[in-house]
């Protein structure tokens, strides 16, 4: 069946550097990929997504890059900020058929200040 | 707009009773999907209704089940809860089944 792995599970950055995580899904039909940022005791919010007619996104300090060959997208936070810090899930979508969105298991990002 | 609600947002059930959830989509979304989030495994696909009909399913046994009004609103039942069942159960509303999904605040069910 569809599945998303996503690495790391836990990432931990110094204040002002760099984070990335990685997701790898195995349907190649998927075309639609967010990525959502949920805080301790709160709900998923959406913060960047890329479709599968374009390679790279970016807002900010947020980017996302997308592989289709290989089947792997990336979530990367520039100058990391402590209010980076929470759980970032990734997701797969195919938006022409079943629509589900099958989600990577999370990463737990924690910036040092 | 408001955002996506659920009710109620905390609930205390024992073994073998049934829970109702309840989930109000953004104003104009007609989709509704729910998941089941846990520290192991994540958010969880439990199932998307769309203009009334279940469209997809997740692999949850049959105790779970949901429905979709005409008005959207969407309500997930579990029956002979297990301990395993406690969670955080989301919703998430989009405009239609391709667009984008918002999530609510969730429902956290501990089942003692």
């Known amino acids: 069946g569809e599945n998303v792995e996503q690495h790391p599970s836990t990432l931990s950055v110094q204040e002002g550097d760099s984070a990335v995580i990685k997701c790898t899904y195995s349907d190649s039909a998927s075309n639609y990929f967010p990525w959502y940022k949920q805080e301790l005791g709160k709900r998923p919010q959406l913060i960047i997504d890329?479709?599968?007619?374009?390679g790279e996104k970016k807002d900010q300090r947020i980017a996302v890059t997308l592989n289709k060959t290989a089947k792997h997208f990336s979530l990367h936070i520039t100058e990391t900020q402590p209010e980076d810090s929470a759980v970032y899930f990734c997701a797969a979508s195919e938006t022409s058929g079943t629509y589900k969105y099958i989600f990577g298991t999370g990463t737990r990002l924690k910036v040092l200040a | 707009k408001a955002g996506v609600t659920q009710t109620p947002r905390y609930l205390i059930k024992t073994r073998g009773q049934q829970v109702t959830l309840s989930c109000s989509p953004i104003?104009?979304?007609?989709?509704v999907s729910w998941y089941q989030q846990t520290p192991g495994q994540g958010l969880q696909f439990l199932f998307e209704?769309?203009?009334?009909?279940?469209?997809n399913k997740g692999n949850f046994p049959g105790r779970f089940s949901g429905r979709q009004f005409s008005n959207s609103r969407s309500e997930m039942n579990v029956s002979t809860l297990e301990l395993g069942d406690s969670a955080l159960y989301l919703c998430?509303?989009?405009?239609?089944?391709?667009?984008?999904?918002?999530f609510g605040p969730g429902t956290r069910l501990l089942v003692l």
């Open positions: 104003s104009g979304h007609r989709s």
């Open positions: 998430a509303s989009s405009l239609t089944p391709q667009e984008t999904q918002y």
């Open positions: 209704y769309f203009s009334e009909t279940q469209r």
């Open positions: 890329i479709r599968s007619n374009v």
